[in-house]
């Protein structure tokens, strides 16, 4: 039973530049968080989508956007990076009916330079 | 509002017992816990609903006082895997639900 994955592991941008990150879920789970997390700091939510919308949003400005896939596989954009922006980005999934716990992916550790 | 965790660090020797404690100022309808080891993901340990009974997963129990707001994480006869930051993340429920917010964490460590 696959757990859920994230792509690429590591990444270094410039200042201005666009990243895009990727995330499938675990098997069975339809419902994808994103989560950035600070270095010593716990994991501040971004935003949730199920059903191909964006459900619910954390307090993250607009240069953070996000898809969902048909397959339930989700995409975070970030766009004009800015140094403060380098953290662990980690996407969590579950299933939205029936079940409350999360799972987390392994992250992507994004630098900006 | 962030939940409050306490303590921030704790040192143990294997064997011995552990506390961690995660308060929130809101109403909560779930508390979930994680453990993190550095430079890994968050891994899941386990949930407490509203209005749910106490959970364990192996030596590892936890509480939920809905009417305080709190919940606490105990570790029995700690063992060196243990060692880790632990995280609360608090739901609020309601329209709100699926999004947790976290503590800021509490760092244990466990020696030989």
Redesign the interface.
Known sequence: DAGVTQSPTHLIKTRGQQVTLRCSPKSGHD?V?WYQQAL??????IF?YYEEEE??R?NFPDRFSGHQFPNYSSELNVNALLLGDSALY?CAS?R?TGA????????TRLTVT | QQPVQSPQAVILREGEDAVINCSSSKALYSVHWYRQKHGEAPVFLMILLKGGEQMRHEKISASFNEKKQQSSLYLTASQLSYSGTYFCGTGAGGTSYGKLTFGQGTILTVHP
């Open positions: 419902t968080s010593g700091q716990g994991p501040q939510f949730q459900r619910q954390g980690l579950r939205r409350y716990e999360q799972y987390f992916g392994p992250g």
